[in-house]
């Protein structure tokens, strides 16, 4: 079993920055793909930006230039860097894994963090 535990959401002002963590701990297991999505509220949840472990990213069009998604494979873990934040990016950000276990080794599974709570003030 795989675990993804987040850290790094809070309150921030308008124009301000910060940093999310996403690790995943478990055993026999590797990451093909990693990501952030989040979910504002009353809103569904969207794509944030995307990394896979080769290092390819993939971006929404609203974070582009703002937002840097990085990941530590042999930390298992995934960062997002949030600047330039606006009230528009308030929402709970997910982080996501693809993964493969040793013992299925034909089949990915998505594993999904707990969330944690982005808000920005004006």
């Known amino acids: 079993q795989v675990q993804l535990v987040e850290s790094g959401g809070g309150l921030v002002q308008a124009g301000g920055s910060l940093r999310l963590s996403c690790a995943a701990s478990?055993?026999?297991?590797?990451?093909?793909?990693m990501g952030w999505f989040r979910q504002p509220p009353g809103k569904q949840r969207e794509l944030v930006a995307t990394i896979t472990t080769g290092g390819t990213t993939n971006y929404a069009d609203s974070v582009k230039g703002r937002f840097t998604v990085s990941g530590d494979n042999a930390k298992n873990t995934v960062y997002l860097e949030m600047g330039s934040l606006n009230v528009e990016d308030t929402a709970v950000y997910f982080c996501k894994m693809i993964i493969k276990m040793s013992r299925y080794p034909s089949t990915t599974f998505q594993y999904w963090g707990q969330g944690t709570e982005v808000t920005v003030s004006s």
């Open positions: 478990g055993s026999d297991f590797s990451i093909v793909d």
